[in-house]
């Protein structure tokens, strides 16, 4: 077994009385694509925004390469090497593509106190903002204004401030939400390029999606952990299907 | 965003090379007039720092500038010679002081909540001199000697005589608007500017939001604690009003008719505001009712202001110049 990267240990969320995390304990290892899976309302989004720092868990642990990244805010969680993305388009809408990814980029300066020389001097900014576009396939939009940009783009600029920042970890909110078949055909695309060398959290409604990329699959159920295993065992789970796949196809049909 | 193109620098350009030659055609009552509104400038164009670029809409700046005066008038009132740069040195400081203060109580709300909290800090400090005999009360403080800017023995401007104050205003509002562009192109405006648009986003890219708002709330502090000390040296007279909230009110109204973001704009709406209220009043008695439909008809048509017109009128002019090479961060 790889590395650790990642583990929460017996993480609770509460909401007045709503358990919307409930005990998870997970590891996720370092290099794998971890996706997590669940109907709606079952604490995906709320364990990614604890993982992220947006949210502060009532009890538990998170460790991150083994510190303990509990009590950390957004901010700091970034600057330690997690980024991530948002399952509502989060941008800058009226900045270009490059100023969008640039922000990103400009976290590798120790601080950005920095008052006296122009910022666009700053060639290592410059590299990972290009670099970042450049994944995403947006490095012919650089100057396009995103609010006028397509959706599917906006969700690929979504991703890319968050690869601007150069993260250790990645943990994606849903990044095909509401694309059409040939956006997220391009945006899965992405995810596998990414995989070959990132450790991926990937929160996501589309199965074939998931089943082609996950390394491991974590079902949520009411803010609990129900099964967590590799694409076979999951695809074969009596209770995963009971509790998820099954009402799914029944919501399609 | 809006980025300095060169129709814009040359417009700055002729704006200042007419300045710069103002005193020389206009009489003294008007030199006076735009020294004046040249030191209101400073003050706007640092409020638009907070309000066009950081989203932080302060409406108790004016206390700032209140500082800066009474704190010049309340340290050297009775001192005969006032050394020019370490008074100047002095209030910036402790204006800077307060604004980290009342800023880091303040930027942890947001909206309207921020709003409240400035207006009320403003207003306790226009009440504690409104009514503190020792500083004067509501009758202000005069101050007894203009400072002397020495180098070395010789005097380098003389601050009684108009002309030299003119222009030393006018280096100082070049300067601050220079040290504004400055650090909004340096990697700390960057973050400032996307604070604006997304500040969730720009915290979960690993920033500490709290603390670069601060340093933007401090900055225009100290700014507006220059305007304040500038405008004490020039009539050597201050009152409570400085801190009113109605001036913080004005200063916004001048920011947004000029336009927000821009820099250049807060000054231009601080020439329109300042100059209409001295020539309306000739016109008509009912000047202000005059005075409200102009700002009314400026929100509603020009909703980035007279800066905005300006970008729209240059965009057109240099329309065939705007492909080329347009890659600005």
Redesign the interface.
Known sequence: MSEIILKTEKLCKNFGGLKATDNISLDFERGKVHAILGPNGAGKTTLINLL?G?LLPSSGRILFKGYDITDA???KI??IGIG?S?QKT???????C??NC???A??C?MT?????????H?RE?HRR?DHALQLCGLSSK??QIAATMSYGEQRQLEIA??L??EPELLLLDEPLAGMGSEESQQVTELLKELAKEQTLILIEHDMDAVFSLADTITVMVDGAELETGNVDQIRNSKAVQDAYLGHDEEDAA | MHTVTRPIIIFLCICLVMLLLFPAVGSPFYTELVTRIMILSIFTISLDLLIGFTGLVSFGHAAFFGIGAYLLAILFNDVEHINYWWSLTLTLSMTGMAALVIGWLSIRTSGIYFIMLTLAFAQMCFYFFFESPHFGGDDGIFLMNKPEIMLGSRQLVDLENEHHYYYFVLAWLVGVYLFLSMILRAPFGHVLIAIKANEQRVRALGYSTPHYKLVSFVIAGTIAGLAGFLEAAHTSFVTPAYLGWHESGMAIMMVILGGMGTLFGPVIGTFIVVLLQDFLPGFTEHWKLIMGGIIIGVVLFLPNGVAGLIYSLTNRLSSKSKEAGREHV
Do not use: C, D, H, Y
Not at chain 1, 90 to 96: D, R
């Open positions: 992220s947006e805010r957004p901010e970034s600057r991530r948002f989060n941008i800058l809408p009226g900045f270009s490059l100023q640039w922000i990103g400009q976290s300066l950005s106190m920095r008052f006296f020389r122009p910022a666009k700053l900014v903002a650089r100057n401030m968050m601007a920042t």
